[in-house]
């Protein structure tokens, strides 16, 4: 049994910065690509960045510039850098492993 746990949401101001930590639990990591998704109050779920295995990353134009995805296979986890935050990246983050694994999510809300 797969199990993806997040962490690091919370309230933060517009300009802050914040880190998003993703454990994965029951699988065999460093062979899949992994994503961050968020969903905002009343809105689908968007992915808003991807790192394939080998660790080359993709980000959608929103977030590009401002938040980093980064892995740790020995480890098995997947991290979120989020810089220069601001109202619209409220939501619920979700982490991804594979083509369709998730995580509970986390909640990030920004301020201001």
């Known amino acids: 049994q797969v199990q993806l746990v997040e962490s690091g949401g919370g309230l933060v101001q517009t300009g802050d910065s914040l880190k998003l930590s993703c454990a994965v639990y029951?699988?065999?990591?460093?062979?899949?690509?992994v994503a961050w998704a968020r969903q905002p109050p009343g809105k689908s779920r968007e992915e808003v960045a991807t790192?394939?295995?080998?660790?080359?990353?993709n980000y959608t134009d929103a977030v590009k510039g401002r938040f980093i995805i980064s892995r740790d296979n020995p480890k098995k986890m997947i991290y979120l850098q989020m810089n220069n935050v601001n109202p619209e990246d409220t939501g619920r983050y979700y982490c991804?492993?594979?083509?369709?694994?998730w995580g509970q999510g986390t909640q990030v809300t920004v301020s201001g």
């Open positions: 790192m394939s295995s080998d660790g080359s990353a």
């Open positions: 991804k492993l594979g083509p369709n694994t």
């Open positions: 029951g699988r065999m990591f460093s062979f899949y690509s």
